[in-house]
């Protein structure tokens, strides 16, 4: 399946005065939840979906362990999850000022796994390897403006639905 995406105009215009359009991924269909990825994964494997549902919550938990013990986390195959802390803008002028109070939010960065595709030497992130994208709403029969909807290919949304 390909990541779908659609046109979106910048709010800012460029040094020219005009702005921009890049393309924005869409999201299709519900999000994938714990249970749904354990129900997948039992289909591939010899475990039961409660079996691979409790591998996961357990492997929350130890991930959560692991970085709040100042480690970074390294999932083969997937890449590397590391906290980080962002800190309030007002820096201080000596080393021996910091104190945690500065710090004002932790987030996990997380760097997906590198590999080298053959032949090109070129590094490629495992997650995207082979990725396809088409555009959201169009598809190749028709390539003109839809009735009723915009030249992407969308309808507008039903207000009662």
Do not use: C
């Not at 710090?103 to 997380?110: G, P, Q, S």
């Amino acid at each position: 399946m390909p990541l779908f995406y659609k046109p979106m105009q910048s709010n800012i215009a460029s040094k020219d005065g005009n702005k921009k359009w890049y393309p924005l991924l869409v999201r299709v269909g519900n999000m994938v939840t714990t249970q749904k990825i354990g129900e997948m994964i039992a289909e591939k494997a010899s475990l039961t979906p409660g079996d691979v549902h409790s591998v996961i919550r357990n492997l929350m938990t130890v991930m959560r362990e692991q970085l709040l013990n100042s480690r970074s986390v390294k999932l083969d195959g997937l890449g590397t999850f590391t906290v980080m802390a962002n800190s309030t803008k007002k820096g201080v002028n000596k080393s021996e000022d910091v104190a945690p109070t500065q710090i004002v939010r932790l987030r996990v960065n997380f760097r997906p796994e590198y590999t080298r595709a053959a032949g090109t030497g070129s590094p490629t992130r495992a997650l995207y390897s082979g990725v396809e994208y088409e555009r959201w709403g169009v598809t190749e029969e028709t390539k003109t403006p839809t009735e009723d909807g915009d030249d992407n290919g969308h309808k507008p949304k039903d207000p009662t639905a």
